[in-house]
């Protein structure tokens, strides 16, 4: 999608710089970044806990880091045996994502100055991944 973004970038005369890091290891300095988005994305890394600290790591004092993320259900729900039966397949179908994630504890864990989560439930025909969160910290 990198070609894509960069010319529709360069139609509405957008700066765009692409690198292809991992978030775990941006290269990018301390305190450099005013704002992260990330959309989806903590479910298919493999230590979500290492990419927000990275995160945090390069926000500004009061930079903003603003994600949309599902996560594991309640325990004792019927969505968590869902979750937990189709765990295996779901991961391989789905490029490594886990819906089995407590990714509200991992982003309030980090270290930032403030944190609001709001928690919703999508409807949607992929069940699994129906709880989700949505929220904004500050660096």
């Not at 957008?14 to 775990?24: A, H, N, P």
């Not at 300095?29 to 989806?40: F, G, R, T, W, Y």
């Not at 490029?95 to 989560?117: H, K, M, N, W």
């Amino acid at each position: 999608m990198h070609g894509a973004l960069q010319r529709r970038a360069a139609r509405r005369s957008i700066g765009v710089q692409i690198r292809s890091v991992t978030g775990d290891a941006t290269g990018l300095d301390d305190q450099s970044v005013d704002a992260v988005i990330s959309s989806l994305v903590l479910c298919t890394v493999a230590d979500p806990g290492q990419v927000v600290s990275e995160i945090r790591r390069i926000l500004r004092p009061g930079g903003r880091y603003d994600f949309l993320e599902h996560v594991v259900a309640s325990d004792g729900t019927f969505l968590r045996a869902i979750q937990r039966a189709v765990r295996r397949p779901w991961t391989w179908a789905f490029e490594g994502c886990s819906c089995e994630r407590d990714l509200a504890a991992v982003i309030r864990a980090a270290g930032f100055t403030s944190v609001q989560i709001s928690q919703y439930r999508l409807r949607s025909p992929f069940i699994p991944v129906s709880t989700q969160i949505a929220g904004t910290a500050i660096a």
